[in-house]
C-alpha cells in the first residue's frame, strides 16, 4: 500500500499537484491499522470516526498554510485514500470475515481477478474491434470485457469446488463485483498515467513497471467483494 501510494503521489505531480506524501502515507497507514482493529473486534466505530476525522481536519490546516495549489493539492491527497488506501484497508473484512484470520476468499479475489484479466486480453486480442475507452485505454474492447467477466464468472466454480469457503451462488455473484472493479480500477490507473504522459506508474519491476500497475484491477475489485462480504452477513 505505501508503494502503491507513493507511486500515485509521483504521478500527481507530474500533472501538476504537489502533495504532501510523507503526512498522507502516515494518515493512510493508521486508517489501514484502525480497519485491522476494527474487524478484529478491538475497537469500536466511534473510535475510529474520531481518529479518521481528527486527522482529516490536520491535513486540510497543513495544506492551507502550504505554499501553492491547496485544493488542487487536497484532491490529490485525499484521491490517493480513496482510491489506495480504502480498498487496501478494506482487505481486513475479508480475511477476517469470519472472525478469525483465513485467507482463502481474499485468494479467491485474486484468482478471479487473474482470470478476467487473462480472458479480456486473449479475447480482447483476438476478436475485440469496438473500443470501450479509446481515449483513455485503446487496447480494450467490448468484446474482451464481456468476454473476461463472462469466463471470471466460469472461474468462481473453479474457486467454490478448491476453496469451499462460500456458497457457489455467492462465489458466482463475488465475481461479477470482482470482474467489473477490476475494469473500472484498470480504466481509473489508466486514465492517470496519461494525464501524467507515462506508459508505467513506476519502475520496481523492470518489464512490468510499478506495484500500482500490478494492483490496479485489486483496487476497486477488493471493494465490491467486501461490500457483498457484508451484505451477506446483514442478511
Known amino acids: 500500500m505505501i508503494i502503491c501510494l507513493s507511486e500515485y503521489y509521483e504521478l500527481t505531480k507530474k500533472i501538476g499537484a504537489n502533495p504532501n506524501k510523507i503526512f498522507s502515507i502516515i ?6 491499522i484502525l480497519s485491522y482493529l476494527y474487524s478484529k473486534n478491538l475497537i469500536n466505530q466511534t473510535m475510529i470516526i474520531m481518529v479518521i476525522l481528527g486527522l482529516a481536519f490536520i491535513i486540510l490546516a497543513t495544506e492551507l ?10 484532491s490529490a491527497e485525499f484521491f490517493g ?3 489506495i488506501t480504502i480498498p487496501f484497508s478494506i482487505t481486513n473484512f475479508i480475511v477476517f470475515y469470519n472472525g478469525k484470520f483465513d485467507y482463502s476468499i481474499l485468494l ?5 481477478i487473474w482470470a478476467y484479466d487473462i480472458f479480456a486480453y486473449f479475447i480482447g486480442s483476438s476478436i475485440g474491434k469496438r473500443k470501450i475507452a479509446p481515449t483513455i485505454s485503446p487496447n480494450k474492447t467490448i468484446e474482451g470485457t464481456i468476454g473476461g467477466i463472462t469466463l471470471s464468472v466460469l472461474a468462481s466454480v473453479a474457486v467454490f ?9 455467492d462465489w458466482a455473484i463475488i465475481s461479477l463485483f470482482v ?3 477490476a475494469f473500472i480500477g484498470d480504466l481509473i490507473e489508466s486514465k492517470l498515467k496519461r494525464s501524467a504522459g507515462v506508459k508505467d506508474s513506476g519502475n520496481i519491476m523492470p518489464g512490468h513497471g510499478g ?3 500490478r494492483f490496479d484491477s485489486f483496487l476497486f475489485a477488493s471493494v465490491g467483494a ?3 462480504l457484508m451484505f451477506i452477513k446483514i442478511i
Open 81 to 83: 485514500i480513496l482510491y
Open 211 to 213: 506495484l500500482l500497475d
Open 27 to 32: 494518515y493512510s497507514e493508521i486508517i489501514f
Open 179 to 181: 470482474s467489473i472493479g
Open 108 to 112: 479467491g479475489v485474486f484468482v478471479i
Open 65 to 74: 498554510i502550504r505554499n501553492g495549489n491547496s485544493f488542487k493539492n487536497l
Open 226 to 228: 467486501a461490500l457483498y
Open 161 to 169: 469446488y478448491v476453496l469451499k469457503t462460500l456458497e457457489l451462488k
